[in-house]
């Protein structure tokens, strides 16, 4: 089971966070809550990129870090550990307000646009009802996701295989034998002068 975890911990936690990341992203671009005001006798859209406004960098800055994962050794990959984790805690900290009962402040922005009117007091009096679509609980599970995925990273790291020859910076010895034209530009590619 070691051996299995050793070979697919990376790509698991990389396509975890990918994808977490990804639909909190996506999420954050659709409507969250739909605000009616009596009086006007209308209904505000607003976003997911509105009612929490931390959402949508967060769920880039994982999603950017995701990608570096595959490329950086053992301590980096604990540092974008720790990170992914804090991110997703933080996505879980502005998302869980609007689930259990959005705050005024996540529609405030909206209805002000709307309407010219501010403050979080004169926007509650003028407020009839608020529904809630899917989107706040699925950018909550998927930052739930995160989370785990993060410390999944941090408990896995040294079980990783490393980037590879390429991203290798030790020398490598000249190969013996015949000088295979590949082999040049490899060396070409280390700084090496594969004539000498």
Same mark, same amino acid.
């Given at each position: =089971?070691?051996?299995?975890?050793?070979?697919?911990?990376?790509?698991?936690?990389?396509?975890?966070? =990918?994808a977490a990341s990804g639909l909190v992203l996506l999420g954050t671009t659709?409507?969250?809550? $739909?605000? *009616?005001?009596?009086?006007?006798? !209308?209904?505000?859209?607003?976003?997911?990129? +509105?009612?929490?406004? =931390?959402?949508?960098?967060?769920?880039?800055?994982?999603?950017?870090?995701?990608?570096?994962?595959?490329?950086?050794?053992?301590?980096?990959?604990?540092?974008?550990?720790?990170?992914?984790?804090?991110?997703?805690?933080?996505?879980?900290? #502005?998302? &869980?307000?609007? @689930?259990?009962?959005?705050?005024?402040?996540?529609? #405030?922005? *909206? @209805?002000?646009?709307?309407?010219?009117?501010? /403050?979080?007091?004169?926007?509650?009096?003028?407020? *009839? *009802?608020?529904?809630?679509?899917?989107?706040?609980?699925?950018? &909550?599970?998927?930052?739930?996701?995160? @989370?785990?995925?993060?410390?999944? @990273? &941090?408990?896995?790291?040294?079980?990783? !295989? $490393?980037?590879? !020859?390429?991203?290798?910076?030790?020398?490598?010895?000249?190969?013996? /034998?015949?000088? +295979?034209?590949? %082999?040049?530009? %490899? +060396?070409?590619?280390? /700084?090496? +002068?594969?004539?000498?």
């Amino acid at each position: =089971m070691t051996g299995f975890l050793a070979r697919r911990a990376k790509l698991l936690a990389v396509v975890l966070l =990918m994808a977490a990341s990804g639909l909190v992203l996506l999420g954050t671009t659709q409507t969250w809550l $739909s605000v *009616s005001i009596a009086e006007a006798q !209308r209904v505000f859209p607003v976003s997911g990129s +509105d009612a929490p406004p =931390m959402a949508q960098p967060l769920a880039l800055a994982v999603l950017a870090l995701s990608l570096v994962l595959t490329l950086v050794g053992r301590v980096l990959r604990y540092v974008l550990g720790a990170l992914a984790t804090a991110a997703g805690v933080g996505l879980v900290a #502005a998302i &869980l307000p609007i @689930v259990t009962g959005p705050p005024v402040s996540a529609y #405030a922005v *909206s @209805v002000t646009e709307h309407t010219g009117l501010a /403050g979080d007091e004169a926007i509650a009096d003028i407020v *009839s *009802s608020i529904d809630q679509t899917a989107w706040p609980l699925v950018c &909550l599970v998927a930052s739930v996701v995160v @989370v785990l995925a993060g410390a999944f @990273v &941090l408990a896995t790291a040294h079980l990783w !295989r $490393s980037g590879g !020859r390429r991203f290798d910076t030790t020398p490598h010895a000249p190969a013996a /034998g015949p000088i +295979d034209p590949i %082999d040049s530009w %490899d +060396d070409l590619s280390h /700084g090496e +002068d594969p004539t000498r």
